[in-house]
Protein backbone atom coordinates (compact mmCIF):
# COMPACT_ATOMS: atom_id res chain seq x y z
CA UNK A 1 0.00 0.00 0.00
CA UNK A 2 1.48 3.66 -1.07
CA UNK A 3 2.13 6.42 1.89
CA UNK A 4 -0.60 8.29 0.24
CA UNK A 5 -2.80 5.46 0.91
CA UNK A 6 -1.55 5.28 4.44
CA UNK A 7 -1.43 9.37 5.50
CA UNK A 8 -4.83 10.10 4.09
CA UNK A 9 -6.40 6.77 5.54
CA UNK A 10 -8.23 5.81 2.11
CA UNK A 11 -8.70 2.65 0.44
CA UNK A 12 -7.08 1.67 -3.26
CA UNK A 13 -8.19 4.33 -5.28
CA UNK A 14 -8.23 1.90 -8.52
CA UNK A 15 -11.27 0.21 -6.81
CA UNK A 16 -13.48 3.06 -6.09
CA UNK A 17 -14.58 3.06 -9.58
CA UNK A 18 -15.68 -0.38 -9.50
CA UNK A 19 -17.35 0.42 -6.23
CA UNK A 20 -19.38 3.31 -7.75
CA UNK A 21 -20.81 0.85 -10.54
CA UNK A 22 -21.30 -1.82 -8.49
CA UNK A 23 -23.17 0.51 -6.07
CA UNK A 24 -24.92 2.67 -8.53
CA UNK A 25 -26.28 -0.74 -10.41
CA UNK A 26 -26.82 -2.98 -7.54
CA UNK A 27 -25.34 -5.59 -9.37
CA UNK A 28 -21.56 -6.70 -9.57
CA UNK A 29 -22.60 -8.28 -12.99
CA UNK A 30 -23.57 -5.03 -14.72
CA UNK A 31 -21.18 -2.93 -13.35
CA UNK A 32 -18.64 -5.19 -14.91
CA UNK A 33 -20.35 -5.03 -18.17
CA UNK A 34 -20.26 -0.62 -17.59
CA UNK A 35 -16.30 -1.32 -16.74
CA UNK A 36 -15.42 -4.25 -19.47
CA UNK A 37 -13.73 -5.88 -16.23
CA UNK A 38 -14.77 -9.62 -15.22
CA UNK A 39 -16.97 -10.03 -12.08
CA UNK A 40 -14.31 -11.12 -10.29
CA UNK A 41 -12.52 -8.46 -10.73
CA UNK A 42 -15.50 -6.12 -9.29
CA UNK A 43 -15.86 -8.78 -6.38
CA UNK A 44 -12.23 -8.20 -5.65
CA UNK A 45 -12.13 -4.46 -5.44
CA UNK A 46 -15.10 -4.36 -3.53
CA UNK A 47 -13.81 -6.96 -0.69
CA UNK A 48 -10.55 -4.75 -0.84
CA UNK A 49 -12.40 -1.47 0.00
CA UNK A 50 -14.41 -3.74 2.46
CA UNK A 51 -10.96 -4.78 4.35
CA UNK A 52 -9.50 -1.52 4.45
CA UNK A 53 -12.08 0.07 5.97
CA UNK A 54 -13.03 -2.80 8.62
CA UNK A 55 -16.76 -2.67 7.32
CA UNK A 56 -19.50 -4.32 4.96
CA UNK A 57 -20.86 -2.23 2.10
CA UNK A 58 -22.87 -4.89 0.58
CA UNK A 59 -25.58 -7.30 1.91
CA UNK A 60 -24.91 -10.60 -0.55
CA UNK A 61 -27.47 -12.83 -0.84
CA UNK A 62 -29.01 -15.22 -3.60
CA UNK A 63 -26.75 -13.76 -6.01
CA UNK A 64 -28.36 -10.43 -5.55
CA UNK A 65 -26.58 -7.66 -3.55
CA UNK A 66 -28.01 -4.35 -1.45
CA UNK A 67 -26.19 -1.35 0.23
CA UNK A 68 -25.67 -1.11 3.63
CA UNK A 69 -26.15 2.16 5.26
CA UNK A 70 -22.02 2.66 4.98
CA UNK A 71 -22.18 1.36 1.27
CA UNK A 72 -24.80 4.38 0.95
CA UNK A 73 -22.69 6.79 2.49
CA UNK A 74 -19.44 5.95 0.49
CA UNK A 75 -21.66 5.99 -2.45
CA UNK A 76 -22.83 9.33 -2.43
CA UNK A 77 -19.01 10.45 -1.38
CA UNK A 78 -17.25 8.73 -4.50
CA UNK A 79 -19.83 9.64 -7.20
CA UNK A 80 -19.21 13.27 -6.00
CA UNK A 81 -15.76 12.39 -6.02
CA UNK A 82 -15.67 10.84 -9.37
CA UNK A 83 -18.11 13.90 -10.88
CA UNK A 84 -15.48 16.22 -9.51
CA UNK A 85 -12.56 14.59 -11.22
CA UNK A 86 -14.33 14.10 -14.55
CA UNK A 87 -15.59 17.69 -14.79
CA UNK A 88 -12.11 19.07 -13.94
CA UNK A 89 -10.85 16.91 -16.42
CA UNK A 90 -12.97 18.19 -19.32
CA UNK A 91 -12.44 21.55 -18.05
CA UNK A 92 -9.11 21.29 -18.55
CA UNK A 93 -9.39 20.19 -22.02
CA UNK A 94 -11.88 22.32 -23.28
CA UNK A 95 -9.89 25.07 -21.69
CA UNK A 96 -6.43 24.49 -23.22
CA UNK A 97 -5.07 26.41 -26.42
CA UNK A 98 -5.34 23.18 -28.73
CA UNK A 99 -8.95 22.67 -27.29
CA UNK A 100 -11.89 23.28 -30.24
CA UNK A 101 -14.25 25.00 -28.40
CA UNK A 102 -14.23 28.61 -27.48
CA UNK A 103 -16.26 29.54 -24.51
CA UNK A 104 -17.59 32.96 -24.85
CA UNK A 105 -20.01 34.74 -22.03
CA UNK A 106 -21.84 37.83 -23.97
CA UNK A 107 -24.63 40.38 -22.96
CA UNK A 108 -27.80 39.46 -24.16
CA UNK A 109 -28.68 42.15 -26.58
CA UNK A 110 -25.29 42.40 -27.73
CA UNK A 111 -25.31 38.49 -28.45
CA UNK A 112 -28.99 38.61 -30.03
CA UNK A 113 -28.58 41.85 -32.20
CA UNK A 114 -25.27 42.02 -33.34
CA UNK A 115 -22.59 38.87 -32.50
CA UNK A 116 -24.74 35.81 -33.00
CA UNK A 117 -25.85 36.91 -36.57
CA UNK A 118 -22.49 36.92 -37.44
CA UNK A 119 -21.18 33.58 -35.64
CA UNK A 120 -22.12 31.69 -39.29
CA UNK A 121 -18.95 33.96 -40.70
CA UNK A 122 -16.81 33.41 -38.08
CA UNK A 123 -17.04 29.30 -38.17
CA UNK A 124 -16.27 29.29 -42.13
CA UNK A 125 -13.31 31.81 -41.53
CA UNK A 126 -12.18 29.00 -38.96
CA UNK A 127 -13.91 25.60 -39.03
CA UNK A 128 -11.62 24.38 -36.53
CA UNK A 129 -13.08 26.43 -33.58
CA UNK A 130 -16.34 26.34 -32.17
CA UNK A 131 -17.76 29.34 -30.16
CA UNK A 132 -20.03 28.18 -27.14
CA UNK A 133 -21.65 31.34 -26.64
CA UNK A 134 -23.54 31.90 -22.96
CA UNK A 135 -25.90 34.66 -22.44
CA UNK A 136 -25.07 37.07 -19.25
CA UNK A 137 -24.34 40.22 -18.12
CA UNK A 138 -22.85 42.08 -15.69
CA UNK A 139 -19.81 41.12 -13.49
CA UNK A 140 -18.44 37.85 -14.80
CA UNK A 141 -16.64 35.13 -12.91
CA UNK A 142 -14.90 33.20 -15.94
CA UNK A 143 -13.49 30.16 -13.81
CA UNK A 144 -16.74 29.55 -11.89
CA UNK A 145 -19.09 30.10 -14.65
CA UNK A 146 -17.02 27.56 -17.00
CA UNK A 147 -15.49 30.47 -19.45
CA UNK A 148 -12.80 31.54 -21.31
CA UNK A 149 -13.64 34.99 -22.51
CA UNK A 150 -16.39 37.59 -22.00
CA UNK A 151 -17.73 40.54 -23.82
CA UNK A 152 -18.88 43.18 -21.90
CA UNK A 153 -20.23 47.05 -21.71
CA UNK A 154 -17.87 48.59 -19.28
CA UNK A 155 -20.03 50.19 -17.19
CA UNK A 156 -18.96 48.76 -13.74
CA UNK A 157 -15.70 47.57 -11.81
CA UNK A 158 -14.19 45.12 -13.03
CA UNK A 159 -12.10 42.62 -11.38
CA UNK A 160 -8.15 43.18 -11.11
CA UNK A 161 -7.42 39.89 -11.68
CA UNK A 162 -8.82 39.98 -14.99
CA UNK A 163 -7.43 41.68 -18.17
CA UNK A 164 -9.99 43.92 -19.88
CA UNK A 165 -9.18 44.72 -23.80
CA UNK A 166 -11.27 47.35 -25.20
CA UNK A 167 -12.77 46.73 -28.30
CA UNK A 168 -14.70 50.06 -29.43
CA UNK A 169 -16.31 52.68 -27.84
CA UNK A 170 -20.07 52.76 -27.77
CA UNK A 171 -21.88 55.59 -29.78
CA UNK A 172 -25.78 55.62 -29.77
CA UNK A 173 -28.37 57.87 -30.72
CA UNK A 174 -32.42 57.58 -31.51
CA UNK A 175 -33.49 55.44 -33.96
CA UNK A 176 -37.16 54.72 -35.46
CA UNK A 177 -38.56 53.55 -38.31
CA UNK A 178 -38.23 55.37 -41.31
CA UNK A 179 -41.46 56.16 -42.53
CA UNK A 180 -42.60 57.06 -39.36
CA UNK A 181 -40.15 59.86 -39.31
CA UNK A 182 -41.11 61.33 -42.49
CA UNK A 183 -44.91 60.59 -42.15
CA UNK A 184 -45.44 61.18 -38.65
CA UNK A 185 -43.04 62.55 -36.63
CA UNK A 186 -42.27 64.90 -39.39
CA UNK A 187 -38.49 64.92 -38.52
CA UNK A 188 -38.72 66.49 -35.18
CA UNK A 189 -37.93 64.20 -32.09
CA UNK A 190 -40.56 66.18 -29.85
CA UNK A 191 -43.41 64.38 -32.35
CA UNK A 192 -42.11 61.27 -30.75
CA UNK A 193 -42.77 58.62 -28.12
CA UNK A 194 -39.97 57.87 -26.25
CA UNK A 195 -39.00 54.29 -25.15
CA UNK A 196 -37.03 53.69 -22.11
CA UNK A 197 -35.94 50.66 -21.01
CA UNK A 198 -35.16 49.83 -17.35
CA UNK A 199 -32.11 48.45 -17.69
CA UNK A 200 -30.76 52.02 -18.85
CA UNK A 201 -32.70 54.37 -17.60
CA UNK A 202 -31.05 57.49 -18.52
CA UNK A 203 -29.85 56.76 -22.29
CA UNK A 204 -31.94 59.45 -23.33
CA UNK A 205 -30.61 61.77 -20.88
CA UNK A 206 -26.84 60.35 -21.72
CA UNK A 207 -27.68 60.86 -25.40
CA UNK A 208 -28.96 65.06 -24.20
CA UNK A 209 -26.03 65.55 -22.87
CA UNK A 210 -23.63 64.29 -25.14
CA UNK A 211 -25.57 65.89 -28.38
CA UNK A 212 -27.00 69.41 -27.04
CA UNK A 213 -30.56 67.97 -27.64
CA UNK A 214 -33.48 69.74 -25.49
CA UNK A 215 -36.31 68.01 -27.18
CA UNK A 216 -38.68 66.58 -24.98
CA UNK A 217 -40.71 63.91 -26.00
CA UNK A 218 -44.71 63.66 -26.78
CA UNK A 219 -44.94 60.15 -24.37
CA UNK A 220 -43.08 57.66 -23.36
CA UNK A 221 -43.20 54.46 -22.62
CA UNK A 222 -40.85 51.69 -20.53
CA UNK A 223 -39.61 48.48 -21.38
CA UNK A 224 -38.19 45.65 -18.89
CA UNK A 225 -35.23 45.19 -21.26
CA UNK A 226 -33.11 47.48 -23.93
CA UNK A 227 -33.69 44.56 -26.17
CA UNK A 228 -37.89 44.76 -26.33
CA UNK A 229 -37.55 48.66 -26.49
CA UNK A 230 -35.13 48.22 -30.11
CA UNK A 231 -37.85 45.60 -31.14
CA UNK A 232 -40.59 47.85 -30.51
CA UNK A 233 -38.63 50.51 -32.23
CA UNK A 234 -38.55 48.01 -35.43
CA UNK A 235 -42.02 47.59 -34.97
CA UNK A 236 -42.85 51.59 -35.45
CA UNK A 237 -43.98 51.65 -31.46
CA UNK A 238 -42.10 54.65 -30.67
CA UNK A 239 -38.57 55.71 -30.64
CA UNK A 240 -36.08 54.30 -28.94
CA UNK A 241 -32.05 55.28 -28.02
CA UNK A 242 -29.96 52.45 -30.39
CA UNK A 243 -26.53 51.90 -29.26
CA UNK A 244 -24.68 51.45 -32.66
CA UNK A 245 -24.29 47.62 -32.29
CA UNK A 246 -26.97 46.69 -31.68
CA UNK A 247 -28.52 48.52 -34.01
CA UNK A 248 -26.12 47.81 -36.99
CA UNK A 249 -27.91 45.50 -38.75
CA UNK A 250 -31.45 47.46 -38.70
CA UNK A 251 -29.91 50.62 -40.03
CA UNK A 252 -28.05 49.10 -42.46
CA UNK A 253 -31.47 47.49 -44.16
CA UNK A 254 -33.14 50.04 -43.52
CA UNK A 255 -35.68 48.60 -40.81
CA UNK A 256 -34.78 51.89 -38.60
CA UNK A 257 -32.91 55.27 -39.17
CA UNK A 258 -30.35 57.65 -37.14
CA UNK A 259 -31.76 60.87 -37.98
CA UNK A 260 -29.76 62.45 -35.33
CA UNK A 261 -26.35 60.35 -35.62
CA UNK A 262 -25.06 58.69 -32.99
CA UNK A 263 -22.93 60.34 -30.34
CA UNK A 264 -20.47 58.46 -27.59
CA UNK A 265 -21.86 57.37 -24.39
CA UNK A 266 -18.74 57.07 -22.38
CA UNK A 267 -18.50 53.31 -22.75
CA UNK A 268 -16.27 50.99 -23.97
CA UNK A 269 -17.23 47.63 -25.02
CA UNK A 270 -14.42 45.09 -23.70
CA UNK A 271 -12.90 41.77 -23.90
CA UNK A 272 -12.61 39.79 -20.32
CA UNK A 273 -10.11 37.27 -19.87
CA UNK A 274 -7.58 36.19 -17.32
CA UNK A 275 -4.44 36.49 -20.02
CA UNK A 276 -4.05 39.17 -22.95
CA UNK A 277 -5.74 37.97 -26.46
CA UNK A 278 -2.56 38.63 -27.73
CA UNK A 279 1.08 38.25 -26.33
CA UNK A 280 2.93 41.82 -25.68
CA UNK A 281 5.70 42.21 -28.97
CA UNK A 282 9.01 40.10 -27.87
CA UNK A 283 7.21 38.45 -25.17
CA UNK A 284 8.13 34.81 -24.94
CA UNK A 285 4.85 34.31 -22.86
CA UNK A 286 2.28 32.48 -25.08
CA UNK A 287 -1.17 33.28 -24.82
CA UNK A 288 -4.50 31.26 -25.62
CA UNK A 289 -3.94 31.20 -29.95
CA UNK A 290 -7.99 30.35 -29.50
CA UNK A 291 -8.85 33.81 -27.65
CA UNK A 292 -6.41 35.81 -30.28
CA UNK A 293 -8.04 34.36 -33.17
CA UNK A 294 -11.48 35.16 -31.53
CA UNK A 295 -10.41 38.85 -30.24
CA UNK A 296 -8.63 39.89 -34.16
CA UNK A 297 -11.77 38.76 -35.55
CA UNK A 298 -14.25 40.54 -33.05
CA UNK A 299 -11.42 43.80 -34.22
CA UNK A 300 -11.99 43.18 -38.34
CA UNK A 301 -16.09 42.63 -37.63
CA UNK A 302 -16.82 45.79 -35.80
CA UNK A 303 -15.14 47.54 -38.39
CA UNK A 304 -15.97 51.46 -38.07
CA UNK A 305 -18.14 50.58 -34.83
CA UNK A 306 -15.44 52.77 -33.00
CA UNK A 307 -15.90 55.80 -34.80
CA UNK A 308 -19.75 55.62 -34.59
CA UNK A 309 -20.05 55.24 -38.17
CA UNK A 310 -23.37 54.37 -39.64
CA UNK A 311 -23.65 51.66 -42.10
CA UNK A 312 -24.96 52.36 -45.30
CA UNK A 313 -28.57 51.32 -46.19
CA UNK A 314 -29.14 48.60 -48.59
CA UNK A 315 -32.35 50.05 -49.16
CA UNK A 316 -32.61 52.38 -52.01
CA UNK A 317 -33.79 56.20 -51.19
CA UNK A 318 -33.55 55.40 -47.55
CA UNK A 319 -30.71 57.21 -46.06
CA UNK A 320 -29.80 57.06 -42.30
Not at 132 to 140: E, F
Not at 226 to 239: I, M, P, R, Y
Not at 254 to 282: F, S
Not at 295 to 306: E, I, P
Request: net charge neutral; glycine share 8%.
Amino acid sequence: MSNIHRKRRLPPLASLPAFEAAARHQSFSRAAEELHLTHGAVSRAVAQIEERMGVQLFMRRNRRVWLTPAGERLLKATATALDGLEHAMEDIQRHDGASPILTVSCEPSLAMRWLMPRLGAFRNANPGLNIDLRLAGGPVDLLADGCDAAIRRADYGISEHYVATRLWAEHAGPVCDPGCWENILVRDLSNARWLHTRTRPDAWDVWKRASGCTATPKSEQSFDHFFFALQAAVNKLGTAIGPLPLVYDDLKAGRLIAPHGMAPTGYDYVLITLDPPTAAPGSAQGRDPRISLFFDWLMAAAGDMDHGVLPASEIDGVTP
